[in-house]
């Protein structure tokens, strides 16, 4: 929302734990050209994960986010893989 793209939602486990997130365009490489040979370990837009994730632990949701895809790395979109790593207590079945 903040970044002025909708993603699309790709769900990638049975067990609904696990989805992608897949933006076409990403404004955060919108001034990056290329990485530098030396930098090609580099996760530019990095970022979005530890926000992503953040957003997450603030609601008390554990998940792993990492960067499956990366335009700056000459993949067609930008994909990030969103685990949960644990179920979410029901704060009214654990009261009973």
């Known amino acids: 929302m903040y970044l002025g793209v909708t993603p699309t939602v790709s769900c990638s486990s049975a067990a609904g734990n696990e989805f ?3 933006l076409d365009k990403n404004p955060l490489v919108d001034f990056v050209e290329e990485l530098p040979a ?3 370990s580099l996760c530019y837009c990095n970022l979005l994960c530890g926000v992503i994730r953040g957003a997450l632990e ?4 554990a998940a792993e986010v990492t960067f499956l ?8 979109v930008t994909e ?3 685990t949960f790593l644990r179920k979410a207590e029901d704060k009214k079945a654990k009261k009973k």
């Not at 895809?69 to 067609?76: F, I, N, V």
Request: no cysteine.
């Open 58 to 61: 603030m609601v008390h949701l």
């Open 80 to 82: 990030i893989g969103i």
């Open 20 to 22: 992608s997130l897949i």
């Open 38 to 40: 030396e930098r090609a």
């Open 69 to 76: 895809q990366d335009r700056l790395k000459g993949d067609a």
